[in-house]
Nanobody, 116 residues
Framework: QVQLVESGGGTVQAGSSLTLSCAMS????????MGWWRQAPGKERDTVAR???????MVADSVKGRFSISRDTAKETVYLHMNNLEPEDTAVYYC??????????WGQGIQVTVFS
């Protein structure tokens, strides 16, 4: 089992920055990919960014140039750095990880609200 705890969300004005953190615990040695998803009201949950054990990252086109993902192996924490936030970024953000063998785990979600 892997446990995920997200933090860092909140309500900010457009143009602001936030960094979300996802603290991982449990069987973290078995993970090969970590990422962030988001779900806005009335919309599907979409991938925002992912990072693999190799260090390779990907960021969705909708946030490219504004968001980035990083990982602190020693702290077992994955970060989503969000700059120049827009009202369209308002959503519940979820941390998600993939385990060898096919399991995946999700955090409880954290609200990010951006007002203009």
């Amino acid at each position: 089992q892997v446990q995920l705890v997200e933090s860092g969300g909140g309500t900010v004005q457009a143009g602001s920055s936030l960094t979300l953190s996802c603290a991982m615990s449990g069987r973290t040695f078995s993970l090969y990919a970590m990422g962030w998803w988001r779900q806005a009201p009335g919309k599907e949950r979409d991938t925002v960014a992912r990072i693999w054990l190799s260090g390779q990252t990907m960021v969705a086109d909708s946030v490219k140039g504004r968001f980035s993902i990083s990982r602190d192996t020693a702290k077992e924490t994955v970060y989503l750095h969000m700059n120049n936030l827009e009202p369209e970024d308002t959503a519940v953000y979820y941390c998600q990880v993939n385990e060898y063998g096919g399991n995946e785990y999700w955090g409880q979600g954290i609200q990010v609200t951006v007002f203009s």
